[in-house]
């Protein structure tokens, strides 16, 4: 469906006709009624606090909605950059770790619905092997892009260089990893194996609650910033240990599922550029910086 034309403009859009059922969930309403083409974009809205429900804010995308209600988006809004939330994670590594991808081939480990992938390509990289175990997740803008080639259905835990590239094709230099229900270090020793040997980076997220044990995590989530950064401490370690160095960490500027506060860090075969990483400050500042913020929904 097409978005109301004034989606973007100073005054909120508004829903123009009667939904098809009597209660709906509010997520799929905003499809529905045009506001967006996806569940994800219209999910990703409502986390931002850009829908408003009889001129009231509401920031759960499974709300129940009526028939009577009236749904608006918050003025000024525009649409979001990438086809999903993670794009926006990327985004603060490859600015904040001042990272190249300009004509670089990449990998997308954990490749989902495509968010780093698209942060990939519009940062200007010329290739990016989109990786999940997952199927028909990716969006269909970047299934269809020629610099994106397909993965799915394939454990990167497993993968092997011959099964990645055709024979004579130009390897990665760079590979960017979210990765659920797993931990990192069952990732890593796989993806190092498919990179250049010279130059080459990976910026991973990291994700508390797939990486702690299981006496740590309740309900699915981390709280303890002790256990941060016992996490970033292990994974730094684990890095070491296959030849990389952490080159630089920060927070993620979103929270993960269930409201986890997640990390970005950047490894590299060169040597620390840095003295040392704060990770204290690092695990400090998301704590404070991020206490109010909104979970990410599936």
Known sequence: ??????????????????????????????????????????????????VLVNNEKVTKSGASISGSDKLALRPGFAKQKYVSR???????????????????????VGASTGGFTDCLLQHGASTVYAIDVGYGQL?????????????????????????LYEDGAEWASLAVIDCSFISLDKILPAVEKLLTTDNCEIVCLIKPQFEAGREQVRKGVVRDGKVHLEVLRKTAEHASSLGFSVQKCTFSPLKGPKGNIEYLMLLSKEACTENSIDYDGQVAQAIETLKNASAEES
Request: proline share 3%.
């Open 139 to 163: 969006d269909w803008k970047l299934r269809t892009d020629k610099r994106v080639i397909v993965k799915e259905r394939v454990n990167a835990r497993y993968l092997v260089s011959q099964e």
């Open 86 to 108: 993670g794009g926006l994670k990327l985004e603060k590594a490859l600015e904040q770790f001042q990272i190249k991808i300009q004509n670089r081939i990449c990998l997308d």
């Open 1 to 50: 469906m097409t978005p109301p034309e004034n989606q973007n403009n100073e005054t909120a859009s508004e829903a123009k006709k009667p939904f098809n059922k009597a209660k709906i969930r509010l997520d799929l309403a905003l499809v529905e009624q045009g506001f967006f083409t996806t569940r994800k974009e219209a999910q990703t809205a409502i986390m931002d606090g850009a």
